[in-house]
């Protein structure tokens, strides 16, 4: 391990992403500002395009910090050099997870035209909450990968510290950890699949909330058309964990785990406010599918929360 | 039908309902626990208690969705000997042969049907019925429900086997392919009609 290389590469992502998400976050607020002021709307797809840049550059540079970790921190044997694996990890775990949803939303709004202003101004003002949650409770170049880091600090501590038993067994360890959780395909693609698909809600409830005090067929359409997107992507996202649940806790309940449940009632919710489109014709059912429209995000912020407060696999704490 | 249709629904909703508030109970008592209950016999015994809750009403959610498939097929007096039929064998072979021997049969004349089906969809055929026009939307709609009927026979039935992996991904794949179709339905049959134009242009 080249740790002193490792600590450097950390440093500077804090030191450049830092000024980078501040940035990105005053010029989300700038959003609304330029909505709400007639001369400036013209140029309001520019200062998106601004956002989205500076929110990527710094996607970047998350990225340029796994493949350092890649390169500077293989889990080898201090006495025969043996290489037990590489780190690859996939740039939206631990705290990087709001960040890539804000990113995504970014590009969404990008697509949000022609739509009145006073409704794309409601829309734009997710980012600037986004990017404030980020700042405040999930900053990703604030102690980039603070449990990775605890535990490769961790080995590093036995490697230099302990006998060759006990080196090998944490090595094991981490190997274990390495191609199950780090390195597994699956994480590739359960968590983006889900954030892809919780950034596409965001635009949806939209429709849905004016749609409820609008009462226009627009914002229905609206909402629908975003929704379906993420549903098929949620889906895919869901399933796929699937097997990767059975992989990982054989022979462990795991259905009872609350953050399972919580994003199977999530995904019901969906399945019922698309469902429910077969049958708007009837009397008062757009009040019933703006209202699931509206609870079917709900439950979208309910279930990231839950990463945070529920206990189980999925929170944050237990890794 | 519509009345059949709504009645299901209905069913789907309150089994849903039930099911969501006893995981909401389970939920808001894991999470008062001490930190490491799950180690405890106390565990063990929520673990039995939700089991014991919940597996009924997911059984039975399971056999809505078996009475769902053959709707597509069959109306009126005939849905309903099909539909008593399918539930009377089913609950025989859960008597003699254990619950998820009952279900899988379920299940598997489910799937049959279902490819049924989507064969006669693909033939546009007019004795499947549907809510919604569309060849597209019908193949899709299919599609999902076949896909999903996969899905669950391997996640109750085969679960242990060592194609398991295969069958879950085979069901990814309809399931995933059902809901572009269904979803995109009219922008697929557009995009279709674009390219025949101009092929016949070409000639």
Redesign the interface.
């Given at each position: 391990m080249d740790i002193s290389s490792y600590f450097s590469a950390r440093e500077l992502v804090e030191s450049l992403g830092q000024p980078m998400l501040i940035l990105a976050f005053i010029l989300s607020i700038g959003l609304l500002l330029f909505g709400l002021h007639p001369k400036l709307q013209g140029r309001i797809q520019w200062l998106l395009l601004a956002i989205f840049l500076v929110l990527l550059a710094g996607y970047g540079l998350l990225a340029w910090f796994h493949i350092q970790i890649y390169n500077f921190l293989p889990l080898k044997d201090p006495s025969s050099g043996t290489i037990f694996g590489r780190y690859m990890i996939p740039p939206w775990i631990e705290n990087e997870k709001l960040y890539f949803w804000s990113l995504l939303t970014s590009i969404w709004l990008l697509l949000v035209r022609k739509r009145p202003v006073q409704f794309r101004v409601v829309v734009y003002s997710s980012l600037p909450i986004l990017l404030f949650l980020t700042l405040a409770t999930s900053n990703p170049f604030q102690e980039p990968l603070g449990s990775f880091n605890q535990q490769i600090l961790g080995i590093e501590q036995v490697l230099n510290t302990q006998d060759a038993k006990t080196q090998g067994l944490v090595l094991y360890q981490a190997s274990q950890m390495l191609k199950g959780f780090y390195n597994s395909a699956y994480m590739w693609m359960h968590p983006p699949l889900l954030f892809f698909s919780y950034s596409v809600f965001v635009i949806g409830f939209f429709g849905s909330l004016f749609m409820l005090f609008k009462r226009e067929k627009e914002y229905d359409e609206f909402a629908y058309n975003w929704a379906?997107?993420g549903?098929?992507v949620l889906?895919?996202g869901l399933?796929?964990g699937?097997?990767w649940t059975?992989q990982a806790w054989k022979g462990q309940?795991w259905w009872?785990s609350?953050k399972v449940?919580?994003t199977?009632?999530m995904w019901?919710l969906y399945t019922?406010f698309l469902?429910t489109r077969?049958y708007l014709n009837r009397k008062g059912m757009w009040r019933t599918t703006a209202i699931l429209g509206i609870l079917s995000f709900s439950a979208v912020v309910v279930t990231y929360l839950g990463t945070y407060?529920?206990?189980g696999i999925h929170s944050v704490g237990g890794r | 039908m519509k009345h059949f249709n709504f009645i299901l629904i209905l069913i789907t909703v309150a089994l849903l309902g039930i099911i969501g508030v006893i995981f909401i109970i389970g939920t808001i008592y894991g999470s008062v626990q001490e930190p490491n209950w799950t180690e405890t016999l106390l565990y063990q015994q929520y673990l039995d208690n939700m089991n014991l809750g919940v597996i009924p009403f997911v059984i039975a959610l399971l056999a809505v969705l078996g009475l769902c498939i053959p709707k597509r097929l069959f109306s009126g007096k005939d849905l309903l000997i099909i539909n008593g039929a399918l539930v009377a064998i089913t609950l025989i072979l859960a008597l003699a042969l254990g619950t998820k021997f009952g279900l899988g049969f379920l299940l598997a004349v489910g799937g049959l049907i279902q490819v049924v089906v989507i064969v006669l969809t693909s033939f546009g055929s007019k004795r499947v019925r549907f809510e919604k026009t569309g060849f597209f939307l019908q193949m899709g709609s299919a599609i999902i429900h076949l896909g999903f009927v996969i899905f669950l026979f391997d996640f109750m039935i085969l679960a242990d086997d060592p194609n398991h992996l295969t069958v879950f991904w085979i069901s990814t794949a309809f399931i995933t392919v059902g809901m572009i179709f269904s979803f995109y339905s009219r922008e697929i049959s557009k995009a279709l009609q674009r390219r025949n134009r101009q092929q016949l242009e070409e000639i």
């Open positions: 379906k997107a549903y098929t889906t895919l399933l796929i699937y097997p059975v309940p009872f609350p449940n919580v199977i009632m019901v019922a469902h077969v407060v529920l206990p | -």
